[in-house]
């Protein structure tokens, strides 16, 4: 089945500078690739998320990045604020309609 | 906009418990799944299910789980005899169709004592 590896597990950047956060997968089916971020004690929102058929895609300040060869996408956040300040997930999902996580990136935003 | 709604949001039960969690999806979603948070650990896959059965089921949905959607608008988890283990928060989602990505509920936090 898939597997997702997330890295790195935690992130701490100054703010206003940029954050990247990666993932592999495995199942070269796959096909959706959302990002979600979760507050503490809340559930997972869907930030951003990426087809296959599409290699980039962004959203004001948030952009992912796919690369179907390599089995890689990307989150990119640009000028962090302190409210970035969250744990992201990223996830895959080919054709039995399940998504799949990866192990998470805490990402501290220092002012 | 539409939610996934789940109840209750806390549930604490003793070990050998029955509990059920209780989710009402998105009223058109046709996609429906159960996941598990252990606090600070990632999202895991329970179940999904479509089409009135269950379409997958993970290594942790033993025999002590079960799923039911009993009248069409609601999705039940049940754990029949809970273990410590089973702390967790356990998260509902649904979906639209095939190309189409999650809705979360806000989450039952279970604490097993």
């Known amino acids: 089945g898939e597997n997702v590896e997330q890295h790195p597990s935690t992130l701490s950047v100054q703010e206003g500078d940029s954050a990247v956060i990666k993932c592999t997968y495995s199942d070269s089916a796959s096909n959706y690739f959302p990002w979600y971020k979760q507050e503490l004690g809340k559930r997972p929102q869907l930030i951003i998320d990426i087809r296959s058929n599409v290699g980039e895609k962004k959203d004001q300040r948030i952009a992912v990045t796919l690369n179907k060869t390599a089995k890689h996408f990307s989150l990119h956040i640009t000028e962090t604020q302190p409210e970035d300040s969250a744990v992201y997930f990223c996830?895959?999902?080919?054709?039995?309609?399940?998504?799949?996580f990866g192990q998470g990136t805490r990402l501290t935003i220092n002012p | 906009e539409p939610e996934v709604t789940q109840t209750p949001s806390h549930q604490v039960t003793q070990m050998g418990q029955e509990v059920i969690l209780r989710c009402v999806p998105i009223s058109n979603h046709l996609y429906f799944y159960w996941y598990r948070q252990i606090l600070g650990q990632k999202v895991e896959f329970l179940v999904s299910?479509?089409?009135?059965?269950?379409?997958?089921k993970s290594e942790i949905f033993d025999d002590q789980f079960s799923v039911e959607r009993p009248d069409g608008s609601n999705f039940t988890l049940k754990i029949r005899s809970t273990k410590l283990e089973d702390s967790a928060m356990y998260f509902c989602a649904s979906k639209e169709g095939v190309d189409y990505g999650y809705t979360f509920g806000s989450g039952t936090r279970l604490t097993v004592v």
């Open positions: 996830a895959a999902m080919g054709g039995a309609q399940k998504l799949v």
């Open positions: 299910f479509y089409n009135n059965e269950i379409s997958e």
